[in-house]
């Protein structure tokens, strides 16, 4: 029997019982007519379109972000080392006031702690496979 699973817009083949008593009971799936498969193909057409269009504006993002250099103050020890380091939450919160593009700080990818005076770059994924790196600058206060 010729299915369509509803979680993820699938048409498949399996076998009827399996269909009849588990699939389409439980509203797990309908059968496969062809204005359902017709409306499947749509619903795919528009999640595909969606998805484009949500790749250009994290690619937009991603071109903006990238041109910035943001500069973090910190207390400074001896020889440039910093009391403690600067985190990601301190990176996000620094790009939201220079830019006013909100990061999520999970998002911000350190190779390494921030915890000398100087220039880093910093990766920041935004979508599957868009990273942005903007410059940051950490100077003593």
């Known amino acids: 029997m010729k299915i369509i699973l509803l979680e993820d817009d699938k048409i498949q083949n399996v076998s009827d019982g399996y269909a009849r008593n588990y699939l389409l009971p439980r509203g797990l799936a309908i059968t496969a007519t062809p204005?359902?498969?017709?409306?499947?193909?749509?619903?795919?057409?528009?999640?595909?379109?969606?998805?484009?269009?949500?790749?250009?504006?994290?690619q937009a993002t991603a071109d903006q972000l990238s041109a910035l250099e943001v500069t973090i103050t910190a207390?400074?020890?001896?020889?440039?080392?910093?009391?403690?380091?600067?985190?990601?939450?301190?990176?996000?919160?620094?790009?939201?006031?220079?830019?006013?593009?909100?990061?999520?700080?999970?998002?911000?990818?350190?190779?390494?702690?921030?915890?000398?005076?100087?220039?880093?770059?910093v990766n920041i994924k935004l979508y599957q496979d868009i990273l942005a790196s903007p410059k940051i600058k950490v100077s003593p206060k």
């Open 75 to 121: 207390d400074v020890g001896e020889g440039g080392k910093l009391f403690g380091s600067v985190t990601t939450n301190d990176i996000a919160r620094a790009i939201k006031q220079s830019a006013g593009i909100d990061v999520d700080r999970r998002k911000i990818e350190l190779t390494e702690p921030l915890k000398v005076v100087g220039d880093y770059t």
């Open 35 to 58: 204005a359902a498969i017709t409306a499947v193909e749509k619903r795919k057409e528009k999640k595909l379109a969606e998805i484009e269009a949500r790749k250009k504006t994290m």
